[in-house]
């Protein structure tokens, strides 16, 4: 006789491997970290807000990152110096 059916336990075995590759999988995104580039750009973005609240400019430090230099933050949002935009004044994204 054959059976078309599932049973429980081929249930209960499909779901326990289910459940242990997404808590592997859970484990694995939540050990994930962010580059270290980012401290670097949240620096340049806490100097450009700070030049826009104080309305004096601001020069972050070079040891952001070691392929580039200082860059001044204007009061007006822009910003000078390398891996700046000339155009607009925005910085570009860190590598």
């Excluded at 070691?66 to 910003?79: E, I, N």
């Excluded at 925005?90 to 590598?95: E, G, L, M, Y």
């Amino acid at each position: 006789m054959q059976s078309r059916g599932v049973t429980l336990i081929e249930l209960i075995v499909a779901l326990a491997m289910l459940a242990l590759v997404v808590g592997i999988s859970g484990l694995a995104l939540v050990s994930l970290r962010a580059p270290s580039e980012s401290q670097a750009m949240r620096e340049l973005q806490v100097a450009h807000a700070q030049a826009i609240r104080t309305g004096r400019p601001v020069l972050t430090p070079g040891h952001l990152t070691p392929d580039t230099g200082h860059r001044l933050f204007l009061p007006d949002g822009r910003a000078v110096g390398p891996g700046v935009d000339p155009l607009t004044g925005a910085v570009h994204a860190i590598r």
